[in-house]
């Protein structure tokens, strides 16, 4: 077998030529990325069942979860890329998934020797190791150096080409740069104390109605439905808001919307940011823990042996040694120790609550959150509510949770007591990933009613004369790039005859106008920011990247969707794995789809959205005590 990293053919002998990152291959040749992700749901089992395991594996007589105990408050363990598993922080883990195919592939076609063609170190000690575990014959072939940019690139990508020392002290100092200011001029809401209940929510900022907010009314955009819903309880709330770097809104503009805010019901609600709890004091404490977490370095090296999936004689150390040391000891390790720091000075300053809600990603700063609310505030009740639009078949950080309730009376460290799920899809894929199923909370999605009642209202209303596609990019430049190649290859050859406008709707967080000025777009466009809702209403077909939940809401109201497939990386769609759904990976499969756009199936009930929101209600009266509905 000749597998190529690179190049587009091979002129020597080969039983088998096979790309390791092409999608688009010749006809007699085979895609490792296709490959994958024909079999990646069965892959999945195996990697996780593999990432729980690796918790348990044993140094020096005690498991690797033990050895990364920190302190006696905290463990690095819930934060290292092996239990977060997600693939947007860690690509490499798709790696492992080509692997895994590479090796099925490489049996089944009774090949007996390897010839790497690529200029990836780490991926060619990982074939040498794994031929000479077979006793089969390897090389790697010559293979052109990747070409180097002119640019000397930003002063992220100089920083990661650092020691991971140099990337984790590099990564303190500019959030010491960012939060000191906040911790300074924090008017903190001193407020006299009051018996009444309370409940405390981390949100994500900013993502919110800027005008409500800007006017004392904090409406966070992730809890939309349910700020109405506490305006009727008897209790008070603090929010906890967790700044994400963004053009919306700055750090001193958060800070002054803080303010607004605390002073329009401060006997019913209390704005706090969480930089205001990271002050110069803690440091050195997070220095500590750092420099402990350091001297793991040499007892961890024994772990590499336990990298490999059960039946599999791949060891796949090599390509995820960068993210599994960054997350012991570069920037990954030290963003954990920072939250933890932050959550646990938060913990011990504001009012004691009977519940606390939060966005659940599992994530580092959300396992932060998880161990400091366990250790110092064990009496409140804890409940995660799904982030994302949807749960995805391949979101594995999603599933980390597998088998860690130690039942619904004392949950595990890692897991809250109730995961509120909004969808049956996603409470179905819950279940079937080992996620203990006596934590599952079925609720309304909060930021979906604006699709109640849409449910088919768009099917058969496009027009019979000159149509407009929309095109709707993600937040992954990769993505974006194989979308607008692909769409740039069929225009070329009569796809777009049908349609009169174009419309780009670009992700916020990830402008196109040096993608689209590298290709040379063959096709003209018109670039909008209105809201999803208007486009689709004068839209007759929506072309997707791939992991946009922008499909999703598309297919609700009846509009024929476009996916692209994952360009050389695990397939994010929510769509992924239903039948029928097929998605786009040359430009030939493009055009036809766009000749005949296709529709997918979604059920009405796919979103849980009752009228007076009973779930969240009932859930609210279980866990904050109350008996207000």
């Known amino acids: 077998m000749v597998l190529l990293d690179g190049p587009d053919d091979w002129s020597g002998e080969a039983k088998v030529v096979a790309h390791w990152s092409r999608l688009q291959v010749s006809f007699y040749q085979y895609s490792i990325p296709l490959l994958t992700e024909e079999n990646s749901l069965s892959i999945k089992k195996e990697f996780l069942e593999w990432a729980d395991a690796l918790g348990?594996?044993?140094?020096?007589?005690?498991?690797?979860?033990?050895?990364?105990?920190?302190?006696?408050?905290?463990?690095?363990?819930?934060?290292?890329?092996?239990?977060?598993?997600?693939?947007?922080?860690?690509?490499?883990?798709?790696?492992?998934?080509?692997?895994?195919?590479?090796?099925?592939?490489?049996?089944?076609?009774?090949?007996?020797?390897?010839?790497?063609?690529?200029?990836?170190?780490?991926?060619?000690?990982?074939?040498?190791?794994?031929?000479?575990?077979?006793?089969?014959?390897?090389?790697?072939?010559?293979?052109?150096?990747?070409?180097?940019?002119?640019?000397?690139?930003?002063?992220?990508?100089?920083?990661?080409r650092g020691p991971h020392w140099f990337q984790a002290l590099a990564f303190l100092s500019k959030r010491v740069y960012f939060f000191l200011p906040n911790s300074k001029a924090s008017a903190d809401p001193k407020f006299s104390a009051d018996d009444k209940r309370r409940i405390t929510i981390v949100a994500f900022f900013p993502n919110i109605d800027k005008n409500e907010t800007r006017r004392g009314r904090f409406r966070s955009k992730y809890w939309e439905k349910l700020h109405p819903v506490l305006d009727e309880l008897p209790v008070a709330v603090d929010w906890v808001w967790h700044y994400f770097s963004n053009k919306e809104i700055s750090r001193r503009e958060m800070a002054k919307l803080r303010n607004a805010c605390n002073k329009s019901a401060p006997q019913k609600y209390r704005h706090y940011l969480v930089e205001q709890f990271l002050g110069p004091g803690l440091l050195f404490k997070i220095l500590k823990n750092y420099f402990r977490a350091y001297r793991l370095k040499s007892r961890l090296k024994k772990a590499s042996i336990a990298f490999r999936l059960s039946n599999s004689q791949i060891n796949f150390f090599p390509t995820l040694q960068e993210k599994w040391e960054s997350s012991l000891r570069g920037y990954l390790a030290m963003?954990?120790?920072?939250?933890?720091?932050?959550?646990?000075?938060?913990?011990?300053?504001?009012p004691k609550s009977s519940l606390l809600l939060y966005v659940w990603e599992n994530q580092p700063w959300d396992t932060s959150l998880l161990q400091t609310w366990r250790k110092l505030r064990p009496e409140t009740k804890i409940v995660g509510y799904q982030h994302f639009s949807s749960i995805r078949p391949l979101h594995l950080n999603l599933f980390s949770q597998t088998n860690n309730s130690g039942g619904p009376e004392r949950p595990s460290d890692l897991a809250p007591d109730r995961l509120a799920i909004n969808s049956a899809s996603?409470?179905?894929?819950?279940?079937?990933?080992?996620?203990?199923?006596?934590?599952?909370?079925?609720?309304?999605?909060?930021?979906?009613?604006?699709?109640?009642?849409?449910?088919?209202?768009?099917?058969?209303?496009?027009?019979?004369?000159?149509?407009?596609?929309?095109?709707?990019?993600?937040?992954?430049?990769p993505d974006n790039q194989f979308q607008f190649e692909l769409l740039n290859g069929a225009a070329k050859i009569g796809a777009l005859d049908l349609y009169e406008k174009i419309l780009l709707k670009e992700h916020p967080a990830l402008p196109t106008d040096e993608l689209i000025d590298a290709l040379a777009t063959s096709f003209e466009f018109e670039r909008t920011d209105r809201p999803l809702e208007e486009l689709f209403q004068e839209s007759d077909a929506v072309y997707c990247a791939n992991a946009t939940g922008a499909s999703l809401e598309a297919s609700w109201l009846g509009l024929p969707v476009i996916i692209t497939a994952a360009a050389n990386a695990l397939n994010m769609n929510p769509f992924f794995g239903w039948e029928g759904v097929s998605f786009v990976s040359d430009s030939s499969t493009l055009r036809d789809q766009l000749l005949n756009p296709p529709r997918i199936n979604i059920p009405e009930d796919y979103y849980f959205l009752d009228d007076n929101l009973g779930r969240w209600k009932s859930l609210l009266n279980q866990y904050a005590d109350l008996d207000a509905f």
């Open 56 to 160: 348990q594996w044993k140094i020096d007589g005690k498991p690797l979860k033990t050895r990364l105990q920190i302190s006696k408050d905290f463990s690095l363990w819930p934060s290292v890329w092996a239990a977060i598993k997600s693939p947007y922080i860690s690509e490499s883990i798709y790696d492992v998934f080509k692997l895994r195919v590479l090796e099925k592939f490489y049996a089944g076609s009774h090949c007996k020797g390897l010839i790497y063609c690529g200029a990836s170190p780490q991926l060619d000690r990982t074939l040498n190791e794994w031929m000479q575990r077979l006793e089969q014959p390897y090389r790697r072939a010559p293979c052109p150096a990747p070409q180097k940019t002119s640019s000397n690139g930003s002063l992220r990508d100089w920083v990661k």
């Open 426 to 477: 996603g409470l179905k894929l819950m279940k079937e990933s080992g996620v203990a199923e006596e934590i599952l909370t079925p609720v309304e999605g909060l930021a979906y009613y604006r699709l109640k009642g849409q449910f088919g209202k768009l099917r058969g209303k496009q027009s019979a004369a000159r149509k407009t596609l929309l095109v709707v990019t993600g937040v992954l430049k």
């Open 335 to 350: 963003n954990a120790l920072i939250s933890f720091a932050g959550f646990e000075n938060l913990a011990q300053t504001i």
